[in-house]
Protein backbone atom coordinates (compact mmCIF):
# COMPACT_ATOMS: atom_id res chain seq x y z
CA UNK A 1 0.00 0.00 0.00
CA UNK A 2 1.14 3.41 -1.07
CA UNK A 3 0.44 6.87 0.00
CA UNK A 4 1.66 9.67 -2.35
CA UNK A 5 1.05 13.11 -1.02
CA UNK A 6 -0.41 15.81 -3.78
CA UNK A 7 -1.30 18.96 -1.84
CA UNK A 8 -0.02 19.99 1.45
CA UNK A 9 0.90 23.27 3.12
CA UNK A 10 5.12 22.22 2.41
CA UNK A 11 6.50 21.17 -0.90
CA UNK A 12 8.62 17.97 -0.14
CA UNK A 13 9.20 18.08 -4.07
CA UNK A 14 10.71 21.57 -4.88
CA UNK A 15 8.92 20.87 -8.11
CA UNK A 16 5.21 21.22 -6.39
CA UNK A 17 3.37 24.01 -5.68
CA UNK A 18 2.34 24.00 -1.75
CA UNK A 19 -0.61 25.45 -0.70
CA UNK A 20 -2.80 25.63 2.11
CA UNK A 21 -4.76 21.93 2.19
CA UNK A 22 -4.28 18.44 1.46
CA UNK A 23 -4.80 15.71 -0.53
CA UNK A 24 -3.09 12.44 -1.27
CA UNK A 25 -3.39 9.04 -3.14
CA UNK A 26 -4.17 5.86 -0.96
CA UNK A 27 -3.10 2.59 -4.07
CA UNK A 28 -3.63 -0.72 -2.64
CA UNK A 29 -3.02 -3.66 -5.04
CA UNK A 30 -6.97 -3.19 -5.82
CA UNK A 31 -8.27 0.33 -5.98
CA UNK A 32 -6.32 4.00 -6.18
CA UNK A 33 -8.34 6.33 -3.89
CA UNK A 34 -8.36 9.76 -3.92
CA UNK A 35 -8.27 11.40 -0.27
CA UNK A 36 -9.58 15.38 -0.36
CA UNK A 37 -8.36 17.67 -2.95
CA UNK A 38 -6.82 20.26 -1.52
CA UNK A 39 -8.36 23.78 -1.76
CA UNK A 40 -7.34 24.88 -5.63
CA UNK A 41 -8.40 22.50 -8.30
CA UNK A 42 -5.75 23.96 -10.67
CA UNK A 43 -3.25 23.37 -7.72
CA UNK A 44 -4.20 19.88 -7.55
CA UNK A 45 -3.92 18.73 -11.32
CA UNK A 46 -0.83 20.58 -11.98
CA UNK A 47 0.79 18.51 -8.73
CA UNK A 48 -0.70 15.42 -9.99
CA UNK A 49 0.42 16.14 -13.43
CA UNK A 50 4.12 16.60 -12.20
CA UNK A 51 3.84 13.48 -10.20
CA UNK A 52 2.96 11.58 -12.96
CA UNK A 53 -0.75 10.61 -11.68
CA UNK A 54 -3.68 10.60 -14.73
CA UNK A 55 -6.90 11.72 -12.94
CA UNK A 56 -9.00 9.18 -15.11
CA UNK A 57 -7.08 6.34 -13.19
CA UNK A 58 -8.32 7.28 -10.09
CA UNK A 59 -11.02 4.64 -8.64
CA UNK A 60 -13.48 6.86 -6.15
CA UNK A 61 -13.00 9.94 -4.05
CA UNK A 62 -12.97 10.09 -0.34
CA UNK A 63 -13.60 13.40 1.40
CA UNK A 64 -12.88 13.91 5.28
CA UNK A 65 -15.00 16.65 5.79
CA UNK A 66 -16.51 19.42 4.34
CA UNK A 67 -14.25 22.53 4.57
CA UNK A 68 -12.82 23.92 1.64
CA UNK A 69 -9.18 23.36 2.11
CA UNK A 70 -10.66 19.68 1.21
CA UNK A 71 -12.73 19.91 -1.24
CA UNK A 72 -11.95 22.22 -3.14
CA UNK A 73 -9.92 20.69 -6.15
CA UNK A 74 -13.40 18.28 -6.19
CA UNK A 75 -15.38 19.71 -9.00
CA UNK A 76 -12.39 19.73 -11.50
CA UNK A 77 -10.94 16.52 -10.79
CA UNK A 78 -14.38 15.44 -11.41
CA UNK A 79 -14.76 17.35 -14.78
CA UNK A 80 -11.59 15.18 -15.94
CA UNK A 81 -13.44 11.58 -13.85
CA UNK A 82 -16.54 11.21 -12.52
CA UNK A 83 -15.98 9.04 -10.21
CA UNK A 84 -17.69 7.94 -6.58
CA UNK A 85 -17.51 10.26 -4.30
CA UNK A 86 -17.80 9.09 -0.29
CA UNK A 87 -18.52 12.21 1.91
CA UNK A 88 -19.70 12.46 5.69
CA UNK A 89 -23.36 12.98 5.98
CA UNK A 90 -22.58 16.96 7.29
CA UNK A 91 -21.03 17.80 4.20
CA UNK A 92 -22.91 19.91 1.29
CA UNK A 93 -23.60 18.43 -1.68
CA UNK A 94 -20.42 18.65 -4.51
CA UNK A 95 -20.23 20.04 -7.24
CA UNK A 96 -20.47 18.16 -10.28
CA UNK A 97 -20.66 14.67 -8.67
CA UNK A 98 -23.43 12.57 -10.04
CA UNK A 99 -22.39 9.14 -7.31
CA UNK A 100 -22.50 10.63 -3.96
CA UNK A 101 -22.01 8.15 -1.00
CA UNK A 102 -22.84 9.66 2.48
CA UNK A 103 -21.14 7.92 5.64
CA UNK A 104 -22.43 8.33 8.94
CA UNK A 105 -21.62 4.93 11.01
CA UNK A 106 -18.39 2.90 9.87
CA UNK A 107 -18.31 0.71 7.01
CA UNK A 108 -15.86 -0.49 5.04
CA UNK A 109 -15.45 1.25 1.44
CA UNK A 110 -13.51 -0.85 -0.98
CA UNK A 111 -11.31 -4.37 0.09
CA UNK A 112 -9.31 -3.53 3.02
CA UNK A 113 -10.46 0.27 3.41
CA UNK A 114 -12.73 1.64 6.42
CA UNK A 115 -14.58 4.72 7.04
CA UNK A 116 -14.40 5.50 11.00
CA UNK A 117 -17.76 6.88 9.94
CA UNK A 118 -18.60 10.66 10.86
CA UNK A 119 -17.46 11.25 14.31
CA UNK A 120 -18.26 14.69 16.49
CA UNK A 121 -20.89 14.97 13.52
CA UNK A 122 -17.76 16.99 11.38
CA UNK A 123 -15.11 14.57 10.05
CA UNK A 124 -14.66 10.78 8.79
CA UNK A 125 -10.57 9.45 8.18
CA UNK A 126 -9.93 6.71 6.37
CA UNK A 127 -8.46 3.21 7.79
CA UNK A 128 -6.57 0.51 5.62
CA UNK A 129 -5.83 -2.77 6.87
CA UNK A 130 -2.45 -3.90 6.08
CA UNK A 131 -0.32 -7.00 7.08
CA UNK A 132 1.10 -4.73 9.46
CA UNK A 133 -1.77 -3.58 10.99
CA UNK A 134 -4.11 -0.14 10.22
CA UNK A 135 -3.16 2.96 8.80
CA UNK A 136 -5.32 5.65 9.58
CA UNK A 137 -5.52 8.87 7.40
CA UNK A 138 -6.68 12.00 8.44
CA UNK A 139 -7.89 15.20 6.92
CA UNK A 140 -7.92 17.31 10.15
CA UNK A 141 -9.06 15.29 13.08
CA UNK A 142 -11.35 17.95 14.15
CA UNK A 143 -13.03 15.25 16.34
CA UNK A 144 -9.55 14.20 18.11
CA UNK A 145 -7.09 12.05 17.51
CA UNK A 146 -8.34 10.12 20.27
CA UNK A 147 -11.58 9.28 19.01
CA UNK A 148 -10.33 8.61 15.87
CA UNK A 149 -8.25 5.74 17.06
CA UNK A 150 -10.72 4.42 19.40
CA UNK A 151 -13.02 4.07 16.58
CA UNK A 152 -9.98 2.37 14.20
CA UNK A 153 -9.44 -0.13 17.51
CA UNK A 154 -12.01 -2.29 16.63
CA UNK A 155 -10.21 -2.99 13.33
CA UNK A 156 -7.14 -3.54 14.68
CA UNK A 157 -3.92 -2.13 15.80
CA UNK A 158 -3.06 0.86 14.67
CA UNK A 159 0.67 1.19 13.50
CA UNK A 160 0.55 4.81 11.08
CA UNK A 161 -1.15 7.37 11.15
CA UNK A 162 -0.83 10.58 8.10
CA UNK A 163 -2.58 13.59 7.34
CA UNK A 164 -3.31 16.74 9.48
CA UNK A 165 -3.59 16.48 13.14
CA UNK A 166 -5.09 20.19 14.17
CA UNK A 167 -4.11 20.87 17.50
CA UNK A 168 -3.52 17.26 18.93
CA UNK A 169 -0.87 17.06 22.01
CA UNK A 170 -1.81 13.81 23.03
CA UNK A 171 1.19 13.04 22.44
CA UNK A 172 1.43 9.87 23.99
CA UNK A 173 -1.27 8.56 22.00
CA UNK A 174 1.53 8.16 19.55
CA UNK A 175 4.01 5.63 21.52
CA UNK A 176 3.02 2.36 20.02
CA UNK A 177 2.95 3.59 16.87
CA UNK A 178 5.67 3.07 13.59
CA UNK A 179 5.31 6.03 11.56
CA UNK A 180 3.90 9.49 12.60
CA UNK A 181 3.68 11.60 9.31
CA UNK A 182 1.92 14.84 10.64
CA UNK A 183 1.24 17.48 7.81
CA UNK A 184 -1.50 20.51 6.90
CA UNK A 185 -2.81 21.64 9.95
CA UNK A 186 -1.45 19.90 12.61
CA UNK A 187 -0.16 22.60 14.93
CA UNK A 188 2.60 20.75 17.05
CA UNK A 189 5.13 19.08 14.35
CA UNK A 190 8.03 20.12 15.71
CA UNK A 191 7.35 18.62 19.14
CA UNK A 192 6.62 15.05 17.50
CA UNK A 193 9.12 15.29 15.42
CA UNK A 194 11.46 15.71 18.69
CA UNK A 195 9.74 13.37 21.09
CA UNK A 196 9.53 10.45 18.24
CA UNK A 197 12.38 10.89 15.71
CA UNK A 198 12.26 7.19 14.94
CA UNK A 199 8.77 7.26 13.80
CA UNK A 200 8.21 10.84 12.48
CA UNK A 201 8.31 11.11 8.65
CA UNK A 202 8.34 14.66 6.98
CA UNK A 203 5.25 15.68 4.86
CA UNK A 204 5.13 17.86 1.82
CA UNK A 205 3.51 17.40 -1.45
CA UNK A 206 5.61 15.01 -3.14
CA UNK A 207 6.55 12.53 -0.43
CA UNK A 208 5.87 9.16 -1.02
CA UNK A 209 5.42 6.60 2.17
CA UNK A 210 4.67 2.82 1.23
CA UNK A 211 3.60 0.41 4.00
CA UNK A 212 2.61 -3.74 3.44
CA UNK A 213 0.36 -5.15 1.26
CA UNK A 214 -3.45 -5.22 1.67
CA UNK A 215 -4.50 -7.45 4.72
CA UNK A 216 -6.44 -10.40 2.74
Not at 155 to 179: C, N, P, R, Y
Amino acid sequence: MKITIIYDNTAWNRNLKPDWGFSCLVETEKTTLLFDTGANGDILLNNMETLGIDPKNIDAVFISHGHWDHTGGLSKLLGLNPVRVFIPVSCSEPTGASDVVRIKKMREIDDGMCSTGELNGIEQSLAVKTDRGIVVIAGCSHPGVDNILRAVSQLGKTVAIVGGLHGFDEFELLGSMETVCPTHCTQYIHQIRKMYPGKYIEGGAGKIIEFGNLKK
